[in-house]
Each structure stands twice: as C-alpha cells, then as structure tokens.
C-alpha cells in the first residue's frame, strides 16, 4: 500500500500547469453570505429577488410569477411600459451596489485564496462580494483571474482601451475614467458579442476553458435564458472524448439526479464529484494545490491527505496559513 502523503508534499509540488475554472451563480453569493451582507442585507437568487427588492410595490407592477428572469425577460420582448422596465432596471442596479461584505472572511475570501494566478473564477452575479474579497486578500497573494459574464456593479470598462477594472478607477492605459458596466438583466437569446466588455469577458473564459483541467459549477442553475452561456462554454470545452482525464465539480444544494442531468454535457464518465457544501469541494480541501492534488490522487494513485482551510480563522491567521502554498 502507498503511503499517505504529508501536507508538506502538496505544499512543494507546482507540477500542474493547466487551469482550475470556477463559476459562480447567485447561490454562491447566498451561501457566501447566508444570513445577509455587512448590514444583513439578503443575497437574492432569482426565484426571491422580486419580494426582497419588494418590486411588486412598483406602480403598473403586476405580474403571477416570482421568477426575475421571466419578468424581466417578458417586459423586454413586450416592449411595453418601458418606464416600468427601466424602472426595475434602477432598483435592482441600486440594491446590488449598495451590498457590502461582512467583516470576518467569507466563503468568498477562502475560495480567492484558494485558487493561483493561473486559475480563473467567472461569475453571472451583480453583487460585489467576490470583488471585495479579492481586493482585501490581493496586496497579500497573487489570486485568480476574475472574469463578470453578466456585468458586476464594482466593475467598469473603457471601451477605446478593452480593459475592465474597479468602477471609477482610472484606465491604466488612457488615465480616463473606468465606466460602470451595464447589467446583463435575464433576457432570452442573449447576445454576448454585442456588448465590448461582455465580449471581452466571454472570450477570456473560452480560450481558459479549452486548456481547463478542472472546471467547478457553484451555485449556479443553468437557468433556460442562459441557453447561449451554456452553448459558448460547452463549445469551448469541446468532444467529452477528448476530456477523459479531466474533472467535473458541482457544488450545490439540488439533488445530485438533478444536477448530473444538468452538467451532463460537461461530464466524461465518472469524472465529476457533487457537493452540498463548499468546504466539502476539492477547492476547500487541496487549497492552491486542486489540480495537483487530484492528478496524484486519481492518476497516480497516491493516497493523500486533505488539507483543509481553516474555517473560523482571522485574516491574519489565514493569510500566515496560506504563506507556505504561495
């Protein structure tokens, strides 16, 4: 039998080049933030945005479902009561900037920590959580590259220079002043090509997609309006042929029948892996090392232990924790 490997192997070892994705849906920024923001403010997932931003006390407001998406989505191929729609567009665009991130680290803080450089995290939500946690662990740690599939209100976007960054920023290359980008709110056939920075945002994914050794859905539904996000990535994972090696992970609190159904199309085999809980993922157990980790595991067949974050320490304490994976 092989032996166990100490954590000090999985610290020393950098052998595994290609990327870790990890996207992010509205049920990531819930379960970072379960009981509210800074201020207890509630994290919405589509199916209660419309009662915790209270749009049903909106004059003209008259709609029997609960789902944004499909109100959203109606009101904007109706072309009816456009001032109702810009008027949702405002309420909603003001409530996610106003969300701020709680004090003690987050889920979001752990999972920025846990991925390097060379990994990508792309996201489909408005709240600024994930870039706040990123800005108060970066000065400390190169982190992931972010990428915002459906706008973000943190981000802005010079459009003569294609470079993104924090809202009101200046750009680095023309000194003007980052704009805020647009919110993708739900809408059927979405057309990511026609917005520069959505664009900019998407092909930034795919080609990270095509060399992704491991890719980790969390919280995110798949939503039927988001049927060309799918597509775009699926295209850029390509023929499940030639992805015998690589591995699915999907962290979610829906049943695993009804998320292998959903992934399917991402999924070689047996290769894929369902949590309910975040610190139960591959992220949270071989933190900094995922990709390593798994290639001994699964193609070595070292047997290796986890080496879990810590989840109740300060920012001080988890950034000494995390000094040794650098």
Known sequence: MNEKRPTKEEIEEFMMRKPHIVILGAGASRA???????NGEILPLMNDLVEILELNQINNFNSKSKNFENIYSS???????????????????NYFEKLEIPDQPTIYDHLVLSLRKKDVIATFNWDPLLVLAYRR?????????????????EV?????????????????????ILEPTTLLYPITNKNYASNGFLSSQWNSLQYKIRSAFMIT????????????????????WGDLEQRKMEQIEIIDIKSDDDLHETWKPFIFSHHFEIHSNFYDSWIANHPRRTVEAYYDQYWMAKFIDNNPIPKDFSFQELWDWFEPLK
Do not use: Q, W
Request: glycine share 8%.
């Open 75 to 93: 009101l904007y191929h109706s072309n009816e009561n456009k001032n109702l729609r810009l008027k949702i567009e405002e309420i909603v665009y």
């Open 217 to 236: 859905f969390f919280g995110y539904s798949a939503p039927r309006t988001d049927v060309r996000a799918i597509d775009l990535m699926k295209l850029a």
């Open 32 to 38: 970072a933030c379960p009981n509210g923001d800074k």
């Open 137 to 153: 662990n970066g000065h400390k740690f190169e982190l992931p590259n972010l990428l915002f599939l459906h706008g973000n209100v």
């Open 156 to 176: 802005g976007y010079c459009e003569n220079d294609n470079i993104s960054g924090i809202k009101k920023f200046p750009c680095n290359k023309c000194s003007k």
